[in-house]
């Protein structure tokens, strides 16, 4: 079955550095592979997705993901961060067979300092 | 569009008894989908509907059943609530059967807290 895992549980970064969410996938095939972000009290907003191709991928909000299948890794960056960018980030994975159904890791908490 | 609305957003009940959560999936998305997430935790699949059909359904008691509507919203209801499903309950939206290509949007969700 399909898994995700987030190795970090919380992540305190100055804003204006930089930026790397971990993210490995357990999974045989060529995996579908999403980044959302979840600000307090929010839903989940699609920052960027990985399907086949080139495997640096961009997003919204300035940021991109590098696909590595040696590593099983999808680790999600962003060069300068911004107060804004404070909230939860979950990577997830999508079913083989049913393209609307995800499997979600269990998130990495982004604070920003000023 | 006004996007995935889910109603309510905040809902407090008791042990033992009965909810019922709503979404109103995007405009034009045929597929709606509900997630559990705890506290801590990434969001869980629970079951999702297309044409009105229970599609697929993840590791959750009977005591989780929902409906889709003909409008292509949706209702998840619990039954004999117990403390542990005190979570935000999220709602996806999409257009099924599009392959791999299918982006879900999100509802902003509905709190539950079972006292």
């Known amino acids: 079955a399909q898994s995700v895992t987030q190795p970090d549980i919380h992540i305190t970064v100055s804003e204006g550095a930089s930026l790397e969410l971990r993210c490995n996938y357990s999974?045989?095939?060529?995996?579908?592979l999403f980044w959302y972000v979840q600000s307090p009290g929010q839903g989940l907003q699609l920052l960027l997705k990985?399907?086949?191709?080139?495997?640096l991928v961009q997003g919204i909000k300035g940021f991109e993901a590098e696909f590595k299948r040696s590593q099983s890794s999808f680790n999600l960056r962003k060069p300068s961060v911004h107060w804004s960018d404070a909230a939860e980030y979950f990577c997830?994975?999508?079913?083989?067979?049913?393209?609307?159904?995800?499997?979600f890791g269990s998130g990495t908490k982004l604070n920003v300092k000023p | 569009d006004a996007g995935v609305t889910q109603s309510p957003t905040h809902l407090i009940k008791t042990r033992g008894q009965q909810v019922t959560l709503r979404c109103s999936p995007k405009?034009?998305?045929?597929?709606v989908s509900w997630y559990q997430q705890a506290l801590g935790q990434g969001p869980q699949f629970i079951f999702q509907?297309?044409?009105?059909?229970?599609?697929q359904r993840g590791n959750f008691p009977d005591r989780f059943s929902g409906h889709q509507f003909p409008n292509y919203s949706s209702e998840l209801n619990v039954n004999a609530l117990l403390l542990g499903d005190s979570a935000l309950y999220l709602c996806?939206?999409?257009?099924?059967?599009?392959?791999?290509?299918?982006?879900?949007?999100f509802g902003q969700g509905t709190r539950l807290t079972v006292v």
């Open positions: 997830a994975v999508g079913d083989l067979y049913n393209f609307n159904k995800f499997y």
């Open positions: 405009s034009g998305h045929d597929t």
């Open positions: 990985y399907f086949s191709g080139d495997t």
């Open positions: 509907y297309y044409e009105e059909e229970e599609r």
């Open positions: 999974y045989g095939a060529t995996p579908y």
């Open positions: 996806a939206s999409s257009l099924g059967d599009r392959g791999p290509a299918t982006e879900a949007f």
